[in-house]
T-cell receptor
Framework: DAKTTQPTSMDCAEGRAANLPCNHSTISGNEYVYWYRQIHSQGPQYIIHGLKNNETNEMASLIITEDRKSSTLILPHATLRDTAVYYCIAQARGGGNKLTFGTGTQLKVEL | EAGVTQFPSHSVIEKGQTVTLRCDPISGHDNLYWYRRVMGKEIKFLLHFVKESKQDESGMPNNRFLAERTGGTYSTLKVQPAELEDSGVYFC???????????????FGQGTRLTVV
């Protein structure tokens, strides 16, 4: 699976959009981009995934660049409950859920 | 619908003892995964079951760890004998679909915090 690079930490004001970047410059054509998050003391939680097209669900939007070398997870209206570590994971098609978690981005949402 | 449940939530045992962790996946999920995070490290994959069969156990650290999923329902992860470095949080996850053909979301349990003293 391709290596992903994320900033160590980010801050965001409550109510504002949180934009979390991820670099995956070596991603191959059959690898999806997955985002999970882990709120303190809980298990990881799936957020969203995509291959080439931008994706949106009730939690977030995923913007993938045309060359697929980077992506951005967008939480449109961050709340205090969104404070968590966010993981960007490149996962091969057919790779099931054998996920390679890196160090992620610690997002802190503040008043 | 019940999520992935793990038992116990916490366990403190002495070095050399045996501990068994249990995971109940979401009903109907054929795929079951074990992960763990040891102190200060990243979350690491341990193994993957498809129904009762071990699909991938490449992440199991050594032969002191034994995972089973009899009948393809719940799974147990036994550590025998436990060592200090086994301390950490053990997560179980499940997903539906044919893992080797589909990419689906994984649902994680709350984890079991294991402390070996």
């Amino acid at each position: 699976d391709a290596k992903t690079t994320q900033p160590t930490s980010m801050d965001c004001a409550e109510g504002r959009a949180a934009n979390l970047p991820c670099n995956h410059s070596t991603i191959s054509g059959n690898e999806y981009v997955y985002w999970y998050r882990q709120i303190h003391s809980q298990g990881p939680q799936y957020i969203i995934h995509g291959l080439k097209n931008n994706e949106t669900n009730e939690m977030a939007s995923l913007i993938i660049t045309e060359d697929r070398k980077s992506s951005t997870l967008i939480l449109p209206h961050a709340t205090l409950r969104d404070t968590a570590v966010y993981y960007c994971i490149a996962q091969a098609r057919g790779g099931g859920n054998k996920l390679t978690f890196g160090t992620g981005t610690q997002l802190k949402v503040e008043l | 619908e019940a999520g992935v449940t793990q038992f116990p939530s916490h366990s403190v045992i002495e070095k050399g003892q045996t501990v068994t962790l249990r995971c109940d996946p979401i009903s109907g999920h054929d795929n079951l995964y074990w992960y763990r995070r040891v102190m200060g490290k990243e979350i690491k994959f341990l193994l993957h079951f498809v129904k009762e069969s071990k699909q991938d156990e490449s992440g199991m650290p050594n032969n002191r760890f034994l995972a089973e999923r009899t009948g393809g329902t719940y799974s147990t992860l036994k550590v025998q004998p436990a060592e200090l470095e086994d301390s950490g949080v053990y997560f179980c996850a499940s997903s539906q679909g044919r893992a080797l053909a589909m990419n689906t979301e994984a649902f994680f349990g709350q984890g079991t915090r294991l402390t070996v003293v």
